[in-house]
T-cell receptor, first 111, second 114 residues
Framework: GQQVMQIPQYQHVQEGEDFTTYCNSS?????IQWYKQRPGGHPVFLIQ?????EVKKQKRLTFQFGEAKKNSSLHITATQTTDVGTYFC???????????FGTGTRLTVIP | KAGVTQTPRYLIKTRGQQVTLSCSPI?????VSWYQQTPGQGLQFLFE???????NKGNFPGRFSGRQFSNSRSEMNVSTLELGDSALYLC?????????????FGEGSWLTVV
């Protein structure tokens, strides 16, 4: 079945360091979405990538969609304590209209 | 616009009981999806409703069911609760469905089964 894996599962960084999480799908995705969930909170939509090789930036966050549309990455430059949370990638299930979520990367930022 | 509203936020049930959770989507959104989140299994899709019809269903037993009303509000029901059903149940709404559309999550309903 369709699988979406993320690595690493956990990441601890010193405030100011960079952080990257990688998302890999077993099947080609029509689009990929990224969500952030703060501790005790609910997932919040960050961005959607649709085109092969697409790169989008939101301030210190850079999102990439792979050429084959099977992988994606999220890079945070100079992390801040407000970046703490779990980052999920998600893609539509093949032929369906709902999302298959990745396993998530939990980011801890040490002040 | 008001966000996605889920009730109740927290509840405790005993094994064997049943529970009903409610979700009011963002005004104008016709698609409502339900997800179960647990530490071990992550975010898992339960089902999606669009215009009162179940369009997609995840890999959960028949004890999990749902419905959607004409005003797009949705409910999910879990019968014969088991300890493993303890989880955060999240509702998400979107205009036309998750594929290609932004989905907005509610704050979730924390269910504890004892």
């Amino acid at each position: 079945g369709q699988q979406v894996m993320q690595i690493p599962q956990y990441q601890h960084v010193q405030e100011g360091e960079d952080f990257t999480t990688y998302c890999n799908s077993s099947t080609t995705l029509s689009n990929i979405q990224w969500y952030k969930q703060r501790p005790g909170g609910h997932p919040v939509f960050l961005i959607q990538l649709v085109k092969s090789g697409e790169v989008k930036k939101q301030k210190r966050l850079t999102f990439q969609f792979g050429e084959a549309k099977k992988n994606s990455s999220l890079h945070i430059t100079a992390t801040q304590t407000t970046d703490v949370g779990t980052y999920f990638c998600a893609g539509p299930l093949t032929g369906a209209n709902n999302l298959f979520f990745g396993t998530g990367t939990r980011l801890t930022v040490i002040p | 616009k008001a966000g996605v509203t889920q009730t109740p936020r927290y509840l405790i049930k005993t094994r064997g009981q049943q529970v009903t959770l409610s979700c009011s989507p963002i005004s104008g959104h016709r698609s409502v999806s339900w997800y179960q989140q647990t530490p071990g299994q992550g975010l898992q899709f339960l089902f999606e409703y669009f215009s009162e019809t179940q369009r997609n269903k995840g890999n959960f037993p028949g004890r999990f069911s749902g419905r959607q009303f004409s005003n797009s509000r949705s409910e999910m029901n879990v019968s014969t609760l088991e300890l493993g059903d303890s989880a955060l149940y999240l509702c998400a709404s979107s205009e036309g469905g998750a594929s290609g559309n932004t989905i907005y999550f509610g704050e979730g309903s924390w269910l504890t089964v004892v």
